[in-house]
């Protein structure tokens, strides 16, 4: 008998809507993504492309509008909240693009916070955090405040945060999007050394040389999958060598976003873009199903 393991991560045609009446957009459309485990994966693509939404989704933040999920093999899609809450909990560590760290406790406090959800003792939580910081490289940080860290030390703390439960799924919307070169390097390499431990991880960047650290790179616009690429450890992405992660519709938080960095790993890159020749009106134009198709295809 064939043996097939089972995939951590199996979404079936799901899309969210927000909004209502005449007011709706369609975040995520008609979405099919398998996810087996141990797998690294980089999703890009411009502000607005449903990125986020994705990993709410993933991540049981949020639930689909339409289609299925299963998460381990379990369906998750129509969970009551303390059941999603709960899986979230046991399964699942965030890392955002700040980093959301009380202000009001220290370092060690914060880290230790989601083990008291858990029922561990003061002295067990304690240890258990402090360990984890001393992995992360911070435990000289301990009984800082968050205001007093750097960036990319505020980022250390959250992925600290974020692993403190030992979760088998990483996901990590922009962890980077804040931070210099450096800082960025550091916390990649982190989330390559969690990585090898055997946990999935998801990570949404602009920055093409980051796909480096991915084994894979999920490509979205106007919340559908338009492109998914195995790629080697250590190299860019073909995607995101191409010109084309700058062609779809940018907006001018992608410009700040994403194309700075861009510039920088790409010194030569040419400033233009068709975006800015289009009239304003058009540029925030809703795009029906067959435009966007007719788009992707070119
Ligand atoms: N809570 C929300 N309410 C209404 N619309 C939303 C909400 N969250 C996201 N959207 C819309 O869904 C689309 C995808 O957004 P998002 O997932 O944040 O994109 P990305 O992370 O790729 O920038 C955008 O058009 C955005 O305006
Ligand atoms: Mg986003």
Redesign the pocket.
């Given at each position: 008998m064939l043996y097939v393991s089972m995939p951590l991560i199996n979404l079936e045609d799901v899309s969210?809507v927000?909004?209502f009446g005449d007011a709706t957009?369609?975040?995520?459309d008609s979405i099919n993504l398998i996810v087996q485990k141990g797998e690294f994966v980089a999703?890009m693509?411009?502000?607005?492309?449903?990125?986020?939404?994705?990993?709410?989704m993933i991540g049981l933040l949020?639930k689909p509008s339409h289609g299925s999920y299963l998460l381990d093999g379990k369906s998750v899609a129509r969970l009551r909240p303390n059941q999603s809450a709960k899986i979230r909990r046991d399964t699942i560590g965030f890392i955002f693009q700040s980093s959301n760290l009380l202000s009001r406790l220290n370092v060690l406090d914060n880290v230790a916070l989601p083990l008291a959800y858990r029922g561990f003792s003061i002295s067990k939580r304690t240890k258990l955090a402090s360990d984890m910081l001393n992995r992360v490289g911070i435990s000289h940080r301990e009984y800082f405040f968050p205001s007093q860290l750097s960036g990319g030390q505020l980022q250390c703390a959250a992925i600290a945060r974020a692993l403190v439960n030992n979760p088998k799924l990483i996901i990590a919307?922009?962890p980077t999007g804040n931070l210099d070169s450096i800082g960025s390097r550091l916390i990649m390499e982190l989330l390559t050394e969690i990585h090898k431990m055997g946990n999935t991880v998801l990570f949404?960047t602009h920055n093409p040389e980051l796909t480096r650290y991915a084994n894979r790179v999920v490509y979205?616009h106007d919340?559908a999958i338009i492109h998914d690429e195995t790629t080697p450890y250590g190299r860019v992405a073909k995607i995101a060598r191409r010109s084309m992660y700058t062609i779809p519709d940018k907006t001018d938080?992608d410009d700040y976003?994403g194309v700075s960095i861009l510039m920088h790993a790409f010194p030569d890159m040419s400033l233009s873009d068709k975006s800015s020749k289009e009239p304003d009106h058009k540029k925030n134009m809703k795009k029906t199903k067959s435009q966007r198709k007719r788009r992707s295809k070119k």
């Open positions: 969210k927000f909004g957009s369609l975040a995520l999703f693509g411009p502000s607005g492309s449903g990125k986020s939404t994705l990993m709410n949020d919307d922009e949404v979205m919340g938080e976003a």
